[in-house]
């Protein structure tokens, strides 16, 4: 019980320990994470669909951001979310639910790391399938426990945006209206894409043709949801007004 205490109080960050400490460091430090986070997220789809193409030829989109795990990119997509999914479990944030959102959202994006979706053709070196370069034959268990872990980190972030950023003890900074609608939106956006996609996958909403291939439905509602949630960080760190102070300065 002793080493469980202490493995969790080390893994905890300390909130408010030494009010003498520059804030304004830990708050550069923040805003940098910010950054990196929301940069890494925004470019994701980007990165997988521009590489496979470069590649391989190949410039449709895949049916899922999911399935380019087998492909020529696969690298990309593993090192990007691993490396995503680190700096969120390591991002403090101001509150200690700060810290349990983006830690759990960080945690299940390695599980979409470890767990696979399906696969993207039935068999090895499927001719019509050129740009896959493996085949593993998951259980169903490990199918459904992607698109779990999948949702639930797409969800924390969403809450993030929804609920977090908008407070004025989110940051340093004091967000404006607009900055607290734009938030919220972005929340929003990112539950409506997902319930969207999900109900599409089972034909509860149009046909489930518009969310496989070649309409790759489930593709682009995941990405509507990386870039709000992506442009929300961002946002947050006050990349967009930084930006503009640098280059018209």
């Known amino acids: 019980m002793a080493f469980l205490k202490n493995l969790t109080e080390a893994a905890t960050p300390e909130y408010n320990v030494n009010p003498s400490l520059p804030e304004k460091e830990s708050a550069a430090e923040q805003d940098s994470l910010r950054i990196v986070i929301g940069i890494m ?121 929804l609920f977090r950023f908008p407070k004025d003890d989110s940051s340093n900074e004091k967000p404006s209206q607009l900055d607290k609608f734009m938030y919220r939106a972005c929340g929003i956006v990112m539950l409506v894409s997902l319930l969207v996609t999900a109900m599409g996958n089972f034909g509860i909403i149009l046909n489930e043709k518009y969310f496989e291939y070649p309409y790759s439905g489930t593709f682009w509602g995941e990405t509507v949801a990386v870039w709000a949630f992506g442009y929300s960080w961002l946002l947050k760190a006050g990349f967009f007004k930084k930006s503009r102070d640098f280059l018209f300065r």
């Open 41 to 161: 997220g925004f470019l994701l789809p980007i990165i997988l669909w521009a590489g496979l193409w470069s590649v391989s030829g190949y410039n449709h989109t895949l049916e899922s951001i999911s399935h380019y795990y087998y492909t020529r990119v696969n690298t990309a997509f593993s090192v990007t979310i691993g490396i995503l999914a680190i700096f969120l479990i390591i991002y403090k944030g101001k509150k200690k639910i700060d810290f349990i959102l983006s830690a759990t959202a960080g945690v299940f994006a390695l599980f979409v790391i470890f767990f696979p979706t399906t696969n993207l053709s039935p068999i090895c070196s499927h001719p019509d399938y050129k740009y896959a370069i493996t085949f593993i034959n998951p259980d169903d268990i490990y199918s459904v426990f992607h698109f779990v872990s999948a949702g639930i980190f797409l969800v924390c972030l969403a809450l993030i945006a």
